[in-house]
């Protein structure tokens, strides 16, 4: 079972340098969620989607964009990377929006360095 | 705004033994939810219990409970004989109950180390 799956695992980009952090689950999961980790820090929702062509914001929107092309992918871009980014970055989805009755299955990150 | 408070940032036990992780929160809403999130070196987030802030039972997973106190916001998750496997970083997290949210509110953890 692949569940949730991210590339790349680590990456380093120089500042100003544009990249697209991928996502993909195979749970036919409708909602999905972009979060990011700071050292020492919990998780923080940068944007999320409850469906194929449905977007919207979380708490650290900026300086990312996000597609929803398909049920399964949800890619995450950053434009112009900024040392800012530097961190931990989570790809989550779930079968109902909400944790209430349907928990988040989290990919296994993809640790970022802007430099 | 919710808040999630976890007061400790390293906490240790002996293997076998019995250890609690302190966590408190803030709302202003009657109907939510509670989680504890597992994080060991592999970076994965794994979901190790929740809790309905309706439900008044405490939830227990195994080797895993709480201790939900509503009144006082408090949510303690408590491991019992640990073992070398537990030995990660601990989230406690909150989330709206229902409708709006996806926005999973985390404090910033715990980190457990476990002692053979």
């Known amino acids: 079972n692949a569940g949730v799956t991210q590339t790349p695992k680590f990456r380093i980009l120089k500042i100003g340098q544009s990249m697209t952090l991928q996502c993909t689950q195979d749970m036919n999961h409708n909602y999905m969620y972009w979060y990011r980790q700071d050292p020492g820090m919990g998780l923080k929702l940068i944007y999320y989607s409850v469906g194929a062509g449905i977007t919207d914001k979380g708490e650290v929107p900026n300086g990312y964009n996000v597609s929803r092309s398909t049920t399964e992918d949800f890619p995450l871009r950053l434009e112009l990377a900024a040392p800012s980014q530097t961190s931990v970055y989570f790809c989550?989805?779930?079968?109902?929006f909400g944790q209430g009755n349907s928990p988040l299955h989290f990919g296994n990150g993809t640790r970022l360095t802007v430099t | 705004a919710q808040t999630v408070t976890q007061s400790q940032p390293e906490m240790s036990v002996q293997e076998a033994e019995t250890v609690t992780l302190s966590c408190t929160y803030d709302?202003?809403?009657?109907?939510?939810?509670l989680f504890w999130y597992k994080q060991p070196p592999s970076r994965q987030m794994i979901l190790v219990i929740r809790?309905?802030?309706?439900?008044?039972q405490n939830a227990t997973e195994n080797r895993f409970s709480v201790n939900f106190q509503k009144a006082a916001k408090s949510f303690s998750l408590k491991i019992s004989d640990s073992q070398l496997g537990d030995a990660a970083m601990y989230f406690c997290?909150?989330?709206?109950?229902?409708?709006?949210?996806?926005?999973?509110?985390f404090g910033k953890g715990t980190k457990l180390s476990v002692k053979p």
């Open positions: 709302t202003s809403e009657s109907d939510y939810y």
């Open positions: 989550a989805s779930s079968y109902s």
């Open positions: 997290a909150y989330s709206n109950y229902g409708g709006s949210q996806g926005n999973l509110i």
């Open positions: 809790q309905e802030a309706y439900k008044q």
